[in-house]
């Protein structure tokens, strides 16, 4: 398969890109840097020009406290991006697959949140990426959504995929203990996202590891145990306690209704998952 990578320089573009690459396709991968998706003109000439058979959008501002101050260039890249490209792939017939993100729920749901549940998003990054899910449906009927959170993995900035490393460093690490979600492993989450644009099958996808979710503390422990550094300082706080600009949900755990009734297997569950980051990141 012909595929385009939007996004390539982060952590899921680049697991995306080397998952294709392993496949045998033909991976058109471009950073932020060589492909803004917010240029309209410059994403035309590159579609028309190679002509992907699928187009998968890893691109996107996921600075949530950023976003919060300033939505204008938030919804350029969140929500114009993913329409611009979605019109991009409809006009050469491609596939399209884009990622948003578990806080479109606005976290007071106890449990799992399914496509069933109405989103209901409270900061400024939450509404771009939901904007960017309607407006890219819209523009192309084809459009496959991928909703994700709580990703970790090799390479990342996040503190998820920070932890070990700053633990093994003697760090004090601060941990919320009151924001729940699923932890996605960004190999496993790549490995999906290709498998949806292969089925084409339009809608909204939940794409996370199995098991019952963690908050910021339960991820961080079981990484910090799994690294055999159980004596890490860890200091326990709230998330109110942090003063951030954005406000998140409490509770984004993820499950989908439709993965495995259109036969794609349920992603390891998460521990399994960390286990294999823990191995990569000490090797």
Same mark, same amino acid.
């Given at each position: 398969m012909r595929v385009l990578v939007t996004g390539a320089g982060g952590l899921v573009g680049r697991a995306l890109a080397q998952h294709c690459a392993s496949l045998g396709d033909v991976v058109l991968a471009y950073t932020h840097q060589t492909l803004d998706i917010a240029?309209?003109?410059?994403?035309?000439?590159?579609?028309?020009?190679?002509?992907?058979?699928?187009?998968?959008?890893?691109? !996107?501002?996921?600075?949530?406290?950023?976003?919060?101050?300033?939505?204008?260039?938030?919804?350029?890249?969140?929500?114009?991006?993913? $329409?611009?490209?979605?019109? #991009? &792939?409809?006009?050469?017939?491609?596939a399209f697959v884009t990622i948003s993100t578990d806080y479109v729920f606005d976290g007071r749901k &106890?449990?799992?949140?399914?496509?069933?549940?109405?989103?209901?998003?409270?900061?400024?990054?939450?509404?771009?990426?939901? #904007?960017? $899910?309607?407006? !890219?449906?819209?523009?192309?009927?084809?459009?496959?959504?991928?909703?994700?959170?709580?990703?970790?993995?090799?390479?990342?900035?996040?503190?998820l995929s920070t932890v070990v490393e700053r633990g093994r460093q003697g760090e004090r690490l601060q941990v919320i203990t009151d924001a729940r979600g699923t932890p996605t492993y960004a190999p496993d989450l790549a490995k999906r996202l290709r498998e949806l644009a292969e089925l084409d099958l339009p809608g909204i996808y939940h794409v996370v590891n199995s098991g019952n979710g963690a908050s910021f503390e339960d991820?961080?422990? #079981?990484?910090? =145990?799994?690294?055999?550094?159980?004596? !890490?300082?860890?200091?326990?706080v709230s998330?109110?306690?942090?003063? =951030?600009? !954005?406000?998140?949900?409490?509770? &984004?755990?993820?499950?989908?209704?439709?993965? $495995?009734?259109?036969?794609?297997?349920?992603? =390891?569950?998460?521990?399994?998952?960390?286990?294999?980051f823990v191995a990569v990141e000490n090797h």
């Open positions: 240029d309209q003109t410059l994403l035309q000439t590159i579609v028309e020009k190679y002509q992907p058979e699928a187009i998968i959008n890893c691109a !996107a501002w996921t600075d949530v406290d950023g976003c919060e101050l300033d939505r204008p260039r938030s919804f350029q890249v969140n929500a114009e991006g993913p $329409e611009n490209l979605a019109w #991009a &792939s409809r006009k050469v017939g491609a &106890s449990g799992f949140y399914s496509q069933r549940d109405d989103p209901n998003p409270e900061s400024v990054y939450a509404m771009s990426k939901l #904007a960017g $899910e309607r407006r !890219a449906q819209a523009a192309y009927a084809r459009t496959v959504i991928a909703r994700t959170g709580f990703v970790f993995g090799p390479g990342g900035k996040n503190f991820f961080a422990r #079981a990484a910090l =145990r799994e690294s055999g550094n159980e004596t !890490a300082k860890i200091e326990p998330m109110a306690s942090l003063n =951030r600009p !954005a406000p998140r949900p409490q509770n &984004s755990c993820l499950k989908c209704l439709l993965s $495995e009734k259109i036969g794609l297997t349920p992603l =390891r569950r998460w521990e399994d998952a960390l286990g294999e």
